[in-house]
């Protein structure tokens, strides 16, 4: 192969890479299969760099029907049903091209959830930019990314009908060089009616459905795979483009194949395409496979073997069908408009054999490309020192500060104020099963009307916390969206990840993925949620610039009883406010709102978590909230107690007047285990009982009323408080 350095390095292959190779064939490579190996060694389809640490997550508990490898986890949820869910990244293509790259993201995974058989009924999303608040180009810049993304989850996710239930947000300087899009999709499956990914059966039919394959998306596994620089605009070409129309009418036509008994196996073409569904399906099954390249639909002329293999073109399925049901199955299609061609078979080789107009251009043994691609054990730094640069913040600094001042500027930041500005441009109650949809705070909930029950779910990652410390960060990431469901009614069950990195050739990188995966195992563990899918994002980097280590974990739990949905907000004059928290969290402000604003940096004491408190607490909330002796409950996360209960209030449309002990750590510091509830002075016995022989703590905090906001030293009117809260976000979106 002429200018093999060159084509290796168009690759991302390197030359010990091209060693395993000739290795493996016995004979140089031809460009299709060093291609395929290309994508099928990248970091997105491999997890070469990430697969050792993953190794040992929690991954089963009674409830769970499917763990990781395969296209989403599952859990029973009872009544015969499974809920089926996972969360994915499309990161670099959405940051070259905002609304096509958000689009497609959200088509990727909702494909992996109805690929099981199941129906999706809710999305969630986790989006990161850079500081929008800034006047200069870098703020314009990430406006434009955010409206293009915001546009692009619901362009996608209202057309296919798939209510967009809730989500997080975030805005840190570390992600100006690389936007993070995690998306989020849930589905409703019978327990006896799942379908997986295998390709079995010798003389079986392989059959392409979906769209017709074009040039779009052309080698988007590896661009993934491979850090940023000035030259990236030019990647335009390697991010797909979505048709959700075409997405619906594939969604339907599966859902109709998998009520006849039709089919072995199928998988989404998603990350490189042909080449991954089909060497994944051979690969689970042990099985190899023979492919007519020529027989696949395509939309353009002039198409290789090489494009057809490596396209990311969307809206399409590779299924493994029964020897003699073809004609079935072509009938099914063709009723949906999809197209739908027999382009070749399953064999017992143990190889891809690949044809050209009966001409073979490619073979290549399956399990050193799907199950034992390589692993690499990159270098970590035990001790690192990108820390050292940032000086520490000393609370006496925040201490010192006007609160009524501090207090004002919480609530204007972006993390803070209402985002109606983003989830009001997604479909949310559509499917009519929505019970607390976006913008209430905390989890959200819907109804599953085949068993009676609802689901909760959150999606959270506390970046700067994973910054200062990885493990810790990962650990309260996993806590917090359970104590969300749990502040629901609900029971958290189990937890999906997105793992969001720099450059893994960085040793600090590693280290900072290793610490995460470690922190993510021991509250897994301690809280009994195991791991059920998830996905791995590297290479977030750009010009030798990481993002914040951002380990973004997607909870999922069940509430029995769908009329006793604890509410988020206080609305009711005359109750009581309190703060239940672990004896152990102590409000600090390491990585917290008010030092980030206000202390230009945000090294400081962290509050660590205690895992065993925070299990008690769910066990607490469920108790209290079936006995209804809770009116509202609500998490104090960023910015602390002082804008936990005022978006409460705020969103209640009820004054508060709180105790006057509050001092500035009470008001601003930030915990892990800490949240507030309302309820009526009788019933303040009941829930100290619930707390006997814990290490738990009950202080009042406030009494509901009035129209004013009035916390220790802060002193706000309701209307000019709902003013901020609600009008903030849209004037940093209109500024220019």
Excluded at 94 to 104: C, L
Excluded at 353 to 375: N, V
Excluded at 552 to 566: E, H, P, R
Aim: glycine share 10%; net charge negative; proline share 4%.
């Amino acid at each position: 192969m002429e200018n093999l350095q060159k084509v290796l390095a168009q690759h991302k292959l390197t030359q010990e890479d091209y060693n395993a190779i000739l290795k493996i064939l016995n004979r140089e490579p031809n460009l299709v299969e060093l291609g395929i190996f290309s994508a099928m060694w990248s970091e997105h389809c491999s997890y070469k760099s990430s697969k050792i640490y993953l190794n040992g997550f929690p991954t089963r508990a009674p409830w769970v029907i499917q763990g990781p490898g395969e296209n989403a986890g599952i859990i029973d949820i009872g009544g015969g049903y499974g809920a089926v869910f996972k969360m994915e990244s499309h990161n670099h293509p959405s940051f070259i091209e905002p609304y096509a790259g958000a689009a497609t993201g959200v088509g990727g995974i909702m494909r992996d959830i109805f690929t099981m058989g199941a129906r999706v009924v809710a999305s969630l999303n986790s989006i990161r930019f850079g500081d929008i608040t800034k006047k200069d180009s870098i703020g314009a810049k990430h406006r434009y990314l955010l409206r293009g993304v915001v546009a692009g989850i619901g362009g996608y996710g209202n057309c296919m009908g798939v209510p967009t239930l809730g989500g997080e947000m975030s805005f840190e300087p570390s992600y100006e060089g690389n936007i993070l899009v995690n998306a989020f999709s849930l589905g409703i499956v019978k327990s006896d009616e799942i379908f997986y990914g295998k390709a079995e059966g010798i003389g079986n039919p392989v059959i392409y459905v979906g769209s017709k394959t074009g040039r779009d998306g052309l080698g988007g596994a590896v661009m993934s795979s491979d850090s940023f620089n000035e030259d990236s605009k030019s990647l335009r070409p390697t991010v797909q483009v979505g048709d959700p129309f075409t997405e619906k009418l594939l969604l339907e036509a599966c859902l109709e194949l998998f009520k006849q008994d039709l089919i072995v196996g199928i998988q989404d073409m998603g990350a490189a395409g042909l080449t991954s569904s089909s060497f994944e399906m051979a690969g689970r099954s042990g099985s190899g496979m023979v492919m007519h390249l020529d027989q696949v639909p395509m939309r353009e002329s002039g198409m290789t073997p090489y494009e057809l293999m490596l396209s990311e073109s969307q809206e399409r399925m590779l299924i493994c069908a029964k020897k003699g049901c073809e004609a079935k199955i072509i009938e099914i299609f063709k009723k949906w408009e999809l197209d739908c061609a027999i382009i070749g078979e399953v064999t017992n080789s143990g190889k891809m054999e690949l044809f050209w107009h009966k001409q073979k251009c490619a073979e290549i043994p399956i399990a050193p490309l799907s199950e034992k691609a390589p692993i690499l054990k990159r270098p970590v730094s035990e001790n690192p020192t990108y820390l050292d640069s940032i000086a520490f913040l000393e609370k006496e600094k925040l201490e010192s500060q006007n609160v009524q001042e501090v207090f004002e500027t919480l609530l204007n930041t972006p993390e803070i104020c209402d985002k109606a500005w983003v989830y009001t441009q997604y479909d949310s109650s559509v499917q009519t099963n929505t019970i607390i949809p976006s913008g209430a705070g905390g989890a959200s909930v819907m109804r599953v009307k085949e068993n009676g029950k609802g689901l909760g779910m959150s999606v959270a990652c506390p970046s700067r916390l994973c910054y200062l410390n990885p493990k810790e960060g990962a650990k309260q990431a996993v806590a917090k969206v359970g104590r969300d469901i749990a502040l629901r009614g609900g029971r958290p069950l189990a937890i999906t990840d997105c793992l969001n990195f720099g450059s893994p050739e960085n040793p600090e990188v590693m280290w900072q993925f290793k610490e995460s995966c470690e922190g993510i195992k021991e509250a897994c563990k301690a809280l009994n949620t195991p791991v059920v899918s998830g996905n791995v994002s590297l290479y977030n980097q750009t010009n030798g610039k990481d993002i914040y280590p951002t380990p973004s974990i997607a909870g999922v739990g069940v509430l029995d009883n769908i009329n006793n949905v604890l509410q988020s907000h206080f609305k009711e004059a005359g109750l009581e406010v309190y703060r239940l928290a672990s004896k152990d969290s102590k409000p600090k402000f390491g990585a917290s709102l008010v030092a980030k604003y206000l202390g230009n940096s945000f090294k400081s004491e962290v509050s660590a978590i205690h895992l065993q408190d925070e299990l008690f607490l769910w066990s607490v909330l469920n108790a209290a909230n079936e006995r209804g002796i809770l009116k509202g409950a609500v998490d104090i996360y960023q910015g602390g107690l002082a804008m936990a209960l005022t978006k409460a209030c705020v969103r209640g449309n009820v004054g508060v007047k709180s105790v006057e002990n509050l001092d500035f750590t009470m008001l601003f510091g930030e915990a892990p285990t800490q949240i507030l509830v309302a309820l009526e002075s009788q019933n303040v016995s009941a829930l100290e009982a619930l707390l006997e022989n814990s290490n738990l703590s009950l202080t009042k905090v406030a009494t509901l009323g009035g129209d004013s906001i009035q916390i220790g030293a802060v002193s706000m009117s309701l209307k000019e408080a709902k003013a901020t809260f609600y009008q903030r976000f849209d004037a940093i979106m209109e500024s220019i």
